[in-house]
């Protein structure tokens, strides 16, 4: 199964002012158009055509690098990512433009001693105007009730930002082909189609806990896998037939989705070869596959995701996976496959 953890990220970046486009030329010669609206690391994050992504810094030429360490020298606001000037405040060790600097929802300024809440996209709110805001699912976006439309709220009681609820993954045939795309990414690595038949089902949350809770599975879950299977001794066709059912909440949006349907594959392929192992090797053994998709995948939400598992504090589904991780990067793909095969205790 797959768990969500929410976490709230103190990260720089722009939100509708208007930044310096430029085209940026990558080491392969490709070109592209876009704002940098933040530097995390050794990443850059690029609004493209009105999307964010991240890159690493060194997939550029030398002089878009050089642009990226002189767009660092200059002060900016943490809100909007655009040049300070005389009229900024101070908050902690973050500057705003006073313009900027201001309350989502009464649309006030933030004065000595107020208290708000921010997300990770500059969104910030006073902290007694919270209850008027929505807060997304997927990547903790905040936003005000009072602009949102009704599709932005879930009959299962959850919500999604606009740019979420934009890629959201409601109908079958997109789930399918979400799926196509994963398993392109998980054969790369060495994993092979199961034998038995999977049925994929969108779902609401209600209905995802209430499967759960048939294997005693709680928590915040955005997908679950069910299987069974049917040992045949003697007779003309001995040997064990699989049903999988892998259950995702609908209107995830695709980065997500691909991330939960690549986990709940592998849960596929533990169960197919009876894997014997501890919560944390088996939850932590698929958030591997989440990471092997996401990092093919450019866009700032990717980033976010693969921050959250990283930094999750669940023994299970966080300390699993960087104990997994830390094991891929000793032996790689083929010996760790290897080594989880070893676990197979067959009925």
């Known amino acids: 199964m797959f768990v969500f953890r929410r976490f709230f990220l103190l ?15 990558t080491t392969s010669g490709s070109r592209s158009e876009g ?20 890159f690493s810094i060194s997939r550029f030429t030398p002089a878009d690098q050089a642009y990226v360490k002189q767009w660092m020298k200059v002060p900016r606001c943490a809100a909007c990512s655009g040049t300070l000037g005389t009229r900024s405040t101070k908050a902690g060790k973050a500057s705003y433009h006073t313009s900027c600097f201001r309350c989502m929802v009464c649309r006030k300024n933030f004065g000595p001693g107020n208290r708000f809440r921010k997300d990770g996209w500059g969104g910030m709110v006073h902290v007694e105007h919270f209850s008027h805001t929505g807060l997304c699912g997927t990547c903790s976006r905040i936003f005000p009730k009072q602009n949102a439309s009704k599709e932005q709220f879930f009959a299962d009681g959850r919500m999604s930002c606009k740019p979420c609820l934009k890629d959201g993954i409601f109908k079958l045939d997109l789930l399918n082909k979400v799926d196509d795309r994963v398993w392109k990414s998980l054969m790369e690595v060495g994993f092979v189609k199961p034998k038995g038949k999977i049925i994929l089902e969108l779902v609401d949350q209600k209905t995802l806990l209430r499967e759960a809770a048939k294997i005693n599975a709680s928590g915040n879950l955005r997908g679950l896998t069910l299987t069974k299977y049917r040992v045949v001794k003697g007779g003309k066709n001995p040997g064990t037939t699989f049903d999988h059912r892998i259950y995702v909440l609908y209107g995830l949006p695709y980065v997500e989705c691909i991330s939960v349907l690549a986990h ?14 501890s919560p944390p090797v088996i939850e932590g053994f698929c958030n591997l596959a989440s990471l092997t998709v ?21 023994s299970v589904y966080g300390g699993g996976y960087r104990k997994m991780r830390q094991r891929l990067a000793q032996v790689g793909w083929p ?13």
């Open 11 to 25: 990260l720089v970046l722009c939100v509708g002012t208007l930044l310096e486009s430029r085209v940026w030329t």
């Open 35 to 54: 704002e940098l609206f933040e530097v995390v690391g050794d990443r850059i994050g690029l609004r493209i055509r009105g999307r964010d992504y991240h």
């Open 264 to 277: 709940e594959h592998v849960h596929v392929w533990l169960n197919e070869r009876f894997i014997d192992a």
């Open 294 to 314: 996401l990092q093919k995948e450019k866009s700032k939400l990717s980033s976010i995701l693969l921050e959250n598992m990283n930094n999750s504090t669940s």
């Open 335 to 347: 010996a760790l496959l290897a080594e989880l095969k070893r676990k197979s205790t067959p009925p």
